[in-house]
Antibody
């Protein structure tokens, strides 16, 4: 059974940092592109960042470029999102999501972890 | 950036009725269009991929159609568990989601 389990969400002050983790199981983690998708309270889904299967290519939405860093450890089946210079508008539930493969959508999602940026 | 525009924002229907949701792309996404369902407090669930293919375990009452810039998700006869928010998503140029359509009980 495919499972994605996020952790690391917390309350943090504006300007602070946080690292999210996503532990994967039930599939060959090193074979798939994985993304972070967030959802602000009461709002829609926003893709944030993606990383290729090898970790060699990374992608970001414009609003987080230069502040967030996505990475993965294929030996530990774990995805990370290092978030620096956090802003109130980064407040959201953050999901990790696995792509089906190729130019395909997300077939599995984690349950999400809440990041709150507030003084 | 490809922008996806969903309509209507809210659809008020009764169980048993047919729901028709629209997603329009700002430029062609070929058939690389997916639909998700999200219920309160839950992660999204993949319904349709490649515009018209049902994901594993998705009931036949859900169907998708379209290509290029205009896409439709149809729920042939609404069940009580189908009242939720639905999002479209493209994967041909990066990753973007539509703003969502809420299907609510009338």
């Amino acid at each position: 059974e495919v499972q994605l389990l996020e952790s690391g969400g917390d309350l943090v002050q504006p300007g602070g940092s946080l690292r999210l983790s996503c532990a994967a199981s039930g599939f060959t983690f090193s074979s798939y592109t994985i993304s972070w998708v967030r959802q602000a309270p009461g709002k829609g889904l926003e893709w944030v960042s993606a990383i290729s299967s090898s970790g060699g290519s990374t992608y970001y939405v414009a609003s987080v470029k230069g502040r967030f860093t996505i990475s993965r450890d294929n030996s530990k089946n774990t995805l990370y999102l290092q978030m620096n210079s956090l802003r109130a508008e980064d407040t959201a539930v953050y999901y990790c999501a696995k792509e089906q493969g190729g130019m395909r959508p997300f077939d599995y999602w984690g349950q999400g972890t809440l990041v709150t940026v507030s003084a | 950036e490809i922008v996806l525009t969903q309509s209507p924002a809210t659809l008020s229907l009764s169980p048993g009725e047919r729901a028709t949701l629209s997603c329009r792309a700002s430029q062609s996404v070929s058939s690389y269009l997916a639909w998700y369902q999200q219920k309160p407090g839950q992660a999204p669930r993949l319904l349709i991929y490649d515009a018209s293919n049902r994901a594993t375990g998705i009931p036949a009452r859900f169907s998708g159609s379209g290509s290029g810039t205009d896409f439709t998700l149809t729920i042939s006869s609404l069940e009580p568990e189908d009242f939720a928010v639905y999002y479209c998503q493209q994967r041909v140029n990066g990753w973007t989601f539509g703003q969502g359509t809420k299907v609510e009980i009338k």
